[in-house]
Every structure is written in structure tokens, then in C-alpha cells.
């Protein structure tokens, strides 16, 4: 038969070493007492103290040191108890809950804090909360944004399936095999712009995407943007109205506010009716440029317009197979980065107004 090896358990071996550390130090300063304590005595008083004396003196001295350093483990496993062990299985069954998903756990301090021990736990415990808090809004963007993604990845691939289905019927007149092609290809379209302005909007929230500074011409970069809506314009019989200073030179990413001209430009054609007039204006202030983008298209509620920079936010769902909500938020994070600001004024009926500020240098 195997011998089985008994070890002594984890807490009992933290109390058998406390009790012996105890006992070692009372014994040294019981010891050193007494004999200061004896020798004080027999210089001054020529006491001599016989053997039974000191041994009857050194058995009762060794039960005193036995009592004390039990009773001194006992204070101190008592105190680590309350101080130490409590708040620490708190802090790790709050730990446990959360790498199990469960993100709403918070730790409440302890009621009757002491002095010390229980003040840094409090600490521990602000900066646990503050982290589950900061996880618990990461987690619900994260569902969010899947969710989103999904719905919006939905439409366009049922359209591609469904036309790719009737592409399969061998009846078809070329006209609808063209008409098919092109519903599909518009699908794929929205598909690639969809997962282009994720990366994008992605890259730029985890600062992947940092502004290269660069002196560039404000005025010519607008009217070169606006140039590439020509036919949207044209085909849709909408008045373009500008007042675009010229020589306005600023030392930023040109690229990155290209996407935002395009952007604003986008949506207001997409909003504007036919017959409509779309206006842009750029001025210039002594630290300050700004640019002016409106529209006389159908407006928006205050309610509507507090959410349109949000992701796949969209406010006029009559328009959601021109776009995908992320333009907005794409435009918004880069006015941040590049250290400009951004705001809206609109009237339903009347049109918007998206107002950019940007510094000169």
C-alpha cells in the first residue's frame, strides 16, 4: 500500500506559521525583559535567586509566552479576517462573475471601514466598478454594432440573392437579364460601401488612421468635391447655389476632409427634392475657416437631429437604400481628430444646415 503524505491545508498552515512567528517574538522580548528585568534586581537589591526559583520562573514565563502568541494569532487571524479576507473574496467573486459575462457586477463598500487596510480596498473596489462600467458600455456598443451591421448587411444580400434567383429562369428577355444585373450590382455596391465605411469609421476610432498635416487649398478641394456630384445635380434638376472664398489655405489631412465633403455633399442631394437648390459657402475668420453645407431638402425634427451622428443611425427611412448610416458618424470623428466641430441646425420642410469649423493652423 502507498503511503499518502498529509500536508497541512493552506489556511492552516498560514496559522500555524503566524502562530510561530508570534511565539518566536514574544519569546524574545518576554526573555529579554525578565533578564534585564533579574538582573536589575540582584544588582540593587543582592537578591540571589536559587535554581528552583529560576526554573518554577522559567516554566511559568514559557506558559505566558504559549498563551500570548495564541492569543496574539488569534487577534491578528480575526483581523485579517474582517480587514483582509472579506473584501478580498468580494473583489474575487466580483472578478469570477465577470469573466463570466455577467458585466452589471459592482462591489459595495464595506460599511464599517477601518483605517488603513480597508480604505485601500476601497480604492480596489472604485477602480473594479469604473472598469465594469467601461466594460459593461463596450459590451453593449459591441451587441450594438453587431446587430446593426447584420441588419444592414441583410437587405442587400437578400436583394443579390433574390435577383440572382430570377437570373437562373431560362425565359428572361435580355432587358430584365440587365435589369437583374444591375439590381445585383447595385446590391454588391452597397454591400462594399458598407464594409468600406466600417473599416474606416473602425480604423479612426482605434486611432489607426492619424491626420497628416499639410498645407492644401480649402477653396479649390470643396468645388472639386462639389464638381463630382455634376451629374447627380444635372439629372435631378437641383440648383447649386456657392459662395466659396478663394485662397483659403489650411495645414491638415486633405484627404480625411474630402471624405467629409463628399459625405455632406451626398446627403444633400439625397434630401433635396427635385427643383431643390443646394448651397455651399466657405469664409474665413482670423483663426477659423468654415464651411457651410444646406440644403432645402425635407428637414428634421430636434429628436431626429440629436442622433444623426450616431452609428447606422437614420432618421428618413424613405432614403435607407441610399445610404447606411455611418456617414454622419464617419464625418463626426474626423472633425474630432483634426480638431474642429461640427453642428446642424434644420426645420422640417425647410432644409438643413451643417455648419463645419476648422482651424487655420
Not at 17 to 33: D, E, K, M, P, Q
Not at 135 to 143: A, D, I, Q
Request: proline share 3%; glycine share 6%; aromatic share 8%.
Amino acid at each position: 500500500m502507498k503511503r499518502r503524505k498529509r500536508r497541512l491545508s493552506l489556511p492552516g498552515f498560514a496559522a500555524f506559521h503566524s502562530y510561530v512567528v508570534f511565539f518566536l517574538l514574544v519569546a524574545f522580548v518576554i526573555s529579554c525583559s525578565t533578564m534585564l528585568f533579574v538582573s536589575t534586581l540582584s544588582d540593587t537589591s543582592g537578591l540571589i535567586l536559587s535554581r528552583e526559583n529560576i526554573t518554577g520562573a522559567a516554566k511559568i514565563t514559557f506558559l505566558n509566552v504559549l498563551f500570548l502568541s495564541f492569543l496574539f494569532t488569534v487577534c491578528d487571524a480575526v483581523r485579517r479576517r474582517l480587514t483582509v479576507d472579506r473584501p478580498a473574496r468580494r473583489i474575487t467573486q466580483a472578478a469570477e462573475k465577470l469573466m463570466q459575462g455577467d458585466f452589471s457586477v459592482r462591489i459595495p463598500h464595506s460599511q464599517n471601514s477601518a483605517v488603513g487596510t480597508e480604505s485601500r480596498f476601497d480604492e480596489i473596489i472604485d477602480c473594479f466598478n469604473r472598469m465594469a462600467e467601461e466594460l459593461s458600455g463596450v459590451e453593449t456598443l459591441r451587441t450594438d454594432f453587431v446587430a446593426n451591421v447584420s441588419h444592414e448587411m441583410k437587405t442587400p444580400l437578400a436583394v443579390i440573392r433574390n435577383y440572382a434567383t430570377l437570373l437562373q429562369s431560362p425565359d428572361l428577355t435580355e432587358e430584365e437579364r440587365l435589369e437583374y444585373a444591375r439590381a445585383i450590382s447595385d446590391g454588391t455596391k452597397r454591400l462594399s460601401d458598407l464594409v468600406t465605411n466600417i473599416l474606416k469609421l473602425n480604423r479612426l476610432e482605434n486611432q489607426q488612421i492619424y491626420p497628416k498635416k499639410e498645407p492644401f487649398d480649402l477653396s479649390e478641394q470643396l468645388c472639386t468635391c462639389l464638381l463630382a456630384f455634376e451629374n447627380v445635380w444635372e439629372t435631378g434638376g437641383i440648383e447649386i447655389e456657392t459662395d466659396i472664398a478663394e485662397g483659403i489655405v489650411l495645414n491638415t489631412d486633405a484627404e480625411l476632409l474630402s471624405l467629409v465633403w463628399n459625405n455632406l455633399f451626398s446627403n444633400a442631394f439625397k434630401f433635396t427634392p427635385p427643383g431643390g437648390r443646394v448651397s455651399v459657402s466657405l469664409s474665413a475668420g482670423e483663426y477659423y475657416v468654415v464651411v457651410k453645407v444646406s440644403d432645402t431638402g425635407c428637414g428634421m425634427t430636434p429628436e431626429v437631429g440629436a442622433h444623426i451622428f450616431e452609428k447606422f443611425y437614420q432618421g428618413d427611412t424613405s432614403h435607407t437604400s441610399a445610404g447606411n448610416g455611418l456617414g454622419l458618424a464617419l464625418v463626426r470623428r474626423i472633425i474630432d481628430i483634426t480638431g474642429g466641430e461640427i453642428s446642424v441646425e434644420s426645420a422640417v420642410g425647410v432644409g438643413s444646415t451643417f455648419t463645419v469649423q476648422l482651424r487655420k493652423n
